[in-house]
């Protein structure tokens, strides 16, 4: 017998421990309003932060731009695949951002394993906070560089992790925290790059658009620029609403990428339609500030009725806003109850988080509304009766 055979004790392992993940199918438009698997849910499990995933303006950005340049690339960037729209998109989240160059990518996990694992090999050395997405960590191990971790947001623990020998080292980030909704300490972390000649990278997957001036991130909002950040990621499928994600950096940075990064090279370029939307949502991130005043609200509004019922809250102020419940199996609970009050709330159970920190999830947009809070913490409140 193969060993594919003994598979299911592992699944049915994962299903004992309360760790079992399933796909749910959406029909329709992305919203915070959704048919999930034939039932109508209230979302709170979107990255759609500006609530523009299904905006008008972008499906016909999208729209005309299919019909002036088809639907794929149909090769690579260094094909024939790297169009206009692509090097159009390119231009304008640069000069948005305030750096040299700008490079598409297909994904942000695609863009942080070709960061890392183009730019250090064998004799190098990453530093990475212990709660770094997992693109990140798997971009290191890919490199072959050491791998050095500091614990979350420490700057004595990334200090002393500096100190290592390695011909060249490099500092990885994210900016906000996808799991527990936190902002790193970048400003600190830059004073610490600088007297350690250890470059930084942010990944700003959950920043961009969200934080900072225009939308243009955490690292904006902390004051740091393009000078103390020499390498910055951004993605588009969550706060912009579109597809795929980008590597800000100096000219010879993208270079270097070019030349070298496989998860750029070694693929089919994302559809110009989608690179063109890209621009028409970029103009939407920048103008509409409104967007992210109500996301501020609507944030405020959650944390004080959470923190009114007693619950315990992870210490975020941004659309990512973690009920902490501790066990895997009430985590899972709690998510199952919510459903069935017509609320789609993922709890999230290790090894994404650390054993006994099992959460809720919710993720806020400015599509919801002050009612749809009101909704959740009652929701909340029934489940902290039902099931405490």
Not at 24 to 33: L, W
Not at 288 to 313: I, M, N, P, T
Not at 349 to 374: C, G, I, K, N, Q
């Amino acid at each position: 017998m193969s060993w594919l055979n003994d598979l299911s004790t592992e699944l049915q392992s994962r299903r004992d421990q309360g760790l079992y993940r399933q796909c749910r199918v959406v029909d329709g438009k992305q919203s915070v309003e959704l048919m999930v698997d034939g039932e109508k849910m209230l979302a709170f499990c979107s990255n759609d932060y500006l609530g523009l995933a299904a905006d008008p303006r972008l499906a016909e950005a999208a729209t005309q731009a299919i019909k002036n340049a088809g639907v794929g690339a149909g090769a690579a960037h260094l094909i024939s695949g790297h169009m206009r729209a692509h090097h159009d998109a390119e231009m304008a989240l640069a000069d948005w951002l305030g750096y040299e160059r700008v490079l598409l990518f297909s994904t942000g996990y695609m863009a942080n394993l070709g960061v890392i694992a183009s730019l250090l090999s064998a004799n190098d050395c990453v530093i990475q906070d212990k709660w770094n997405h997992a693109s990140l960590i798997d971009a290191a191990k890919l490199s072959g560089a050491q791998l050095k971790r500091y614990q979350h947001a420490d700057m004595a623990s990334l200090e002393r992790q500096l100190t290592t020998e390695a011909e060249r080292k490099l500092i990885a980030t994210d900016s906000v925290f996808s799991m527990d909704g936190d902002v790193a300490p970048l400003t600190q972390m830059v004073a610490l790059s600088q007297q350690y000649a250890a470059p930084i990278m942010v990944d700003e997957a959950h920043g961009i658009g969200v934080l900072g001036e225009q939308g243009r991130g955490a690292a904006n909002a902390a004051g740091v620029n393009a000078n103390d950040v020499p390498i910055l990621m951004g993605t588009l499928g969550k706060a912009f609403g579109v597809a795929g994600a980008f590597v800000a950096a100096s000219h010879d940075v993208i270079e270097m990428l070019i030349q070298s990064a496989r998860s750029y090279i070694y693929t089919t370029a994302m559809p110009a339609a989608m690179a063109s939307t890209v621009q028409a949502s970029l103009e939407i991130v920048r103008e509409e500030q409104w967007r992210r005043d109500h996301l501020q609200a609507v944030v405020k509004q959650f944390r004080e009725g959470v923190q009114s019922l007693g619950l315990s809250l992870m210490s975020s102020t941004t659309p990512i806003q973690p009920v902490l419940l501790g066990d895997a199996h009430r985590a899972l609970a709690w998510s199952q109850r919510l459903r069935e009050l017509g609320l789609w709330v993922p709890a999230i159970r290790p090894p994404t988080v650390p054993r006994e920190t099992a959460r809720l999830r919710f993720t806020f947009s400015a599509a919801h509304s002050a009612a749809h809070v009101d909704r959740a913490l009652e929701s909340l409140a029934i489940c902290q009766r039902e099931l405490a």
